[in-house]
């Protein structure tokens, strides 16, 4: 009996051994590396949590869920929010944009070297040939009568100084002559100088004159001269009509020298002066450079077209150059008031407004990283800006791929050209906050009619113009408008307003003749 009860024991040891043994290896299986980490650091225990992924909308990224879905403005599939801690690299700046090294290479990103030159701002002019205003001349009838021949048949005719351009039939010619024989028949000095004087006013010659006197033969006919050399470009009479003394017969103008009248826009006068050189080429006369130099400069800005004209002397001897042609000069005006400053592409700015600014990769990151700068913008160079302030010498801005970035900042909630000073509130808000706020822009496209460089210039500057317009860019080839505005400031029709007014017709509105008149030859579209 003794001996089973011992037995009983020994089981029961056995039994509490087995299960102390399992609870140790349960420990060492199950027990968390957190614990065990916080056990070789002084007991200090950190609970690693995996943050909740946000998803967002591109185009209002002011949307925040913490699930996929839809845009609850624009429908459009939400995309996971990319934050710069997730490539794994911190950014030097917490404001910095990082992009992977995949996609700046997808956004076909480029930078450039930010440097210093002597600027030359390259300016472009159209207008057309024209005669020169001081070698206009109107032949007109010396006295009363009807015209009994005529050898001028047709406008563009050319004639030369002398030539007999019209005879004229007048009783009062007549009875000059009549009274010139009796005051010679009665011999009275006084009477026979008069009588000539009177001839002479009527443009008859003294050969003409003594011819009279010493035949006694008189003739109601009188010729008209030619005063000059030129081209006919009115002629105002035919063969029997009647016309009174100092009625206009022709317009002759002597095309040896014409003019080259330009518009220049306002922003382009300050680079233009008199004196200079300038350079053109015909449309009509391809590979042909002609030259001459500015005589004039319109003082008076056009309120519609908001141009001056600008006017050149040129040679026209062997008469190549005819009025009304279509010319394009071009000026390489030197900028002396900006030596050795700082000159950027035109592709690397974005303008928001009242804004413009660039991306400025940082130097030393191991990821492509970008910091926004607001820049002032000086003269433009066609496809350069002057730089006065924001940058300095040996710095990479972005020259393509600009936009991207600048989308990748709005997603992420950081300063853009669409957010500047509202970007700290933004992200300290929440996201059910979020959701309330309006869509802070928006891009939209419609039609506008144009045609040439001119035109462009028009159409985006009556674009930018209306307040919460962010960008405009006009595409002449496919007569389209890209806009980017603020939909809490303005609308596209507002804005489609504003661009007929300027002379071009759009989808909804059609500019007013009298605007569209004013337009240059050169700007008119409708057929």
Request: net charge neutral; glycine share 6%; hydrophobic share 40%.
């Amino acid at each position: 009996m003794k001996k089973i009860t011992e037995i009983g024991k020994m089981k029961q040891v056995r039994y509490a051994l087995f299960a102390l043994a399992g609870l140790f290896i349960g420990w060492l299986l199950f027990s968390s590396p957190s614990e065990t980490k916080s056990d070789e650091h002084e007991g200090h225990t950190h609970e690693v949590q995996k943050e909740a992924q946000i998803w967002t909308c591109s185009m209002h990224p002011q949307i925040r869920k913490d699930k996929p879905g839809k845009c609850p403005i624009c429908a459009m599939d939400l995309i996971p929010l990319h934050k710069s801690g997730d490539t794994g690299e911190a950014a030097i700046d917490p404001a910095a944009i990082q992009l992977s090294e995949e996609a700046a290479a997808l956004a076909n990103v480029q930078t450039s070297l930010v440097s210093r030159k002597n600027p030359i701002k390259e300016i472009r002019l159209y207008g057309k040939i024209a005669a020169d205003e001081r070698n206009l001349q109107s032949q007109t009838a010396h006295i009363s009568g009807r015209i009994e021949g005529l050898s001028i048949n047709f406008t563009g005719e050319a004639v030369h100084a002398g030539q007999t351009l019209a005879r004229i039939y007048s009783p009062e010619l007549l009875s000059a002559q009549q009274e010139l024989l009796e005051a010679i028949k009665i011999n009275q000095p006084q009477l026979v100088k008069a009588a000539r004087e009177k001839l002479h006013l009527w443009k008859m010659t003294d050969a003409q004159i003594a011819a009279i006197e010493h035949s006694g033969n008189v003739s109601p006919i009188v010729d008209i001269k030619a005063n000059t050399s030129g081209i006919v470009i009115n002629k105002r009479v035919n063969q029997g009509d009647y016309v009174s003394q100092g009625a206009v017969l022709l317009d002759i103008a002597n095309l040896s020298r014409v003019w080259a009248l330009f518009q220049a826009y306002e922003t382009d006068l300050p680079f233009i002066n008199l004196g200079d050189q300038l350079k053109f080429t015909l449309t009509s006369v391809p590979g042909k450079v002609f030259e001459g130099k500015v005589s004039f400069i319109d003082p008076i800005i056009n309120s519609t077209t908001r141009t001056a004209g600008v006017r050149i002397e040129v040679s026209n001897s062997k008469g190549v150059l005819k009025p009304e042609m279509y010319a394009t000069a071009t000026v390489s005006a030197g900028l002396k008031a900006y030596k050795d400053e700082i000159v950027i592409p035109s592709s690397a700015i974005l303008w928001t407004g009242k804004r413009s600014i660039v991306y400025v990769k940082e130097a030393g990151a191991s990821s492509p990283s970008f910091l926004m700068r607001q820049v002032e913008l000086g003269p433009s160079l066609g496809n350069a800006y002057v730089i006065i302030k924001g940058l300095t010498e040996g710095e990479e801005v972005v020259t393509n791929g600009a936009f991207v970035i600048d989308a990748s900042a709005q997603l992420e909630g950081k300063r853009s050209m669409m957010n500047d000073d509202e970007a700290q509130t933004k992200q300290s808000m929440t996201p059910s906050q979020m959701k309330t706020m309006p869509a802070q822009s928006e891009h939209a496209m419609f039609t506008v009619k144009g045609k040439c460089e001119m035109c462009k210039d028009r159409i985006e500057t009556a674009a930018k113009s209306v307040n919460g317009v962010l960008s405009a860019s006009w595409d002449q080839d496919k007569q389209m408008i890209h806009l980017q505005f603020n939909p809490q400031k303005t609308s596209v029709d507002a804005i489609s307003k504003a661009i007929a007014k300027v002379g071009h017709d759009t989808d909804k509105y059609k500019a007013s003749k009298k605007v569209y008149d004013n337009l240059p030859e050169c700007c008119r579209y409708r057929d």
